[in-house]
């Protein structure tokens, strides 16, 4: 085993007791679950992530039966190179079947090339780039929390909707920021805003001062930070040390959850509006699950912590339905079957390898109206899966222009 990847046997019951699965390659379904496990985005993913598959693993046992389940667990340090590197290793030489996770753009669009040579199954979590979905599209990936589209296109309409129409971006200098940002502006103009300006930091910054000040200085309604993790935090840090909680002008993250809430303190983030995909604290379904999570993990689950549960889930219903962990068996099963599990509800994943499901608008609340450690959300309106992605008829991924010839 390379140093930096560790390895669980996660699922071994008795064959005499269950139904034999012949067709399970090496005797072992093996996953392996990739992510920031160190840097900016560790808190958001990370550990989490791993342990949130390890749980999926476990609830499945009952089904599972003989099936022997292996987790490998990865550093890619948010670099292409080492993630790739990595990734080829486990599908040619640990005989890898599903990767999760990724969390990285850059990383998950060098993956994606991976799979479809390999003939490989990819479950993303918190990938923002619209490309994996779009002109990179696979039969075997599948974005299971969001995009960029998602993200940007609640906040932009109901802000646009208040006239708060004017519009500044800061964001991380990699493929998410560029492709969030992207996307951000071109629903401000169709929304009939305007955008004032962009900027764009370096990965590894922890002094966002000249970007703030420019975003003040800018004068628009909205300031929207294109960034996540320990990048948001420190951003909104300054934002608060800078007096510009004064009111003035309304910040919006593209990507918030509540391990960035819990880091910064919510007297930080107070106020700060978002788009996501889940909330721990939305009903009995997410709040059961969390508490068995934070009982481990001593943190409540992020929306891509508790996507990973459910993708994992899945992918794992699909062998057992199918007694294979063939890629083609495998995969056709998980799209025809809706995802009903407590992250989505009546969910199918599109042609384009989307997981259509519905968002939450949330805004931080105030330290008056919080009454409990990680009580940090108001919900303010839902986003149906129809209007929170991309339309189908606006794809540019190939299978969808297959899939409609075929129809017709």
């Known amino acids: 085993m390379k140093p930096g990847i560790c390895k669980l046997t996660l699922a071994v019951a008795s064959a005499a007791a269950f139904p034999a699965f012949g067709q399970i ?23 989490g992530s791993a342990l949130a598959v390890q749980m999926a693993v476990e609830d499945m046992k009952p089904q599972l039966g003989a099936i022997k389940v292996e987790v490998l667990v990865a550093d890619h340090q948010n670099k292409p190179d080492i993630g790739l590197t990595i990734v080829k ?100 103009a169709a929304s009939g805003g305007k955008t004032l300006g962009e900027a764009f930091h370096p990965m590894g910054t922890s002094d966002y001062s000249s970007y703030l000040l420019q975003a003040q200085s800018s004068g628009a309604k909205v300031v929207a930070f294109a960034n996540g993790g320990g990048q948001l935090v420190n951003s909104m840090k300054q934002w608060k040390e800078f007096g510009m909680q ?13 391990a960035d809430v819990h880091a910064a303190g919510i007297d930080v983030m107070q106020g700060l509006s978002a788009t996501t995909a889940w909330y721990w604290d939305l009903n009995e379904e997410t709040r059961a699950f969390s508490r068995r999570f934070f009982d481990r993990f001593k943190a409540m689950p992020t929306e891509s912590q508790a996507g990973m549960y459910s993708a994992t889930s899945h992918y794992l219903k699909a062998v057992v339905a199918t007694k294979t962990d063939a890629t083609e068996a495998v995969a056709a099963k998980m799209r025809s079957t809706p995802v009903n599990d407590m992250f989505a509800k009546n969910a199918l994943l599109r042609e384009d390898g989307k997981l259509a499901h519905d968002f939450l608008l949330v805004t931080v609340k105030t330290k008056a109206e919080s009454k409990a450690p990680w009580d940090y959300y108001k919900v303010n309106g839902v986003v149906s899966a129809n209007d929170a992605f991309t339309p189908l008829s606006a794809s540019d991924c190939p299978l969808v222009a297959s899939a409609a010839s075929k129809a017709r």
């Open 89 to 188: 290793r486990w599908f040619d030489v640990d005989k890898v079947d599903a990767v999760l996770d990724i969390a990285n753009s850059a990383v998950a669009l060098g993956v994606q090339s991976v799979i479809k040579e390999k003939n490989k199954i990819a479950l993303y979590g918190i990938v923002g780039t619209t490309e994996l979905t779009g002109k990179q599209c696979a039969k075997t990936g599948f974005s299971w929390v969001h995009d960029a589209y998602a993200l940007v296109s609640g906040p932009v309409k109901a802000l646009s909707k208040s006239g708060l129409d004017t519009w500044y971006f800061v964001g991380a200098d990699f493929a998410f920021g560029k492709n969030m940002v992207q996307e951000a502006k071109t629903l401000v």
């Open 246 to 258: 004064d009111g003035k002008q309304r910040p919006v993250a593209t990507l918030l959850s509540v």
């Open 25 to 47: 390659s090496d005797g072992v379904v093996r996953l392996g679950v990739i992510n920031d496990q160190s840097g900016p985005y560790a808190a958001l993913t990370g550990p």
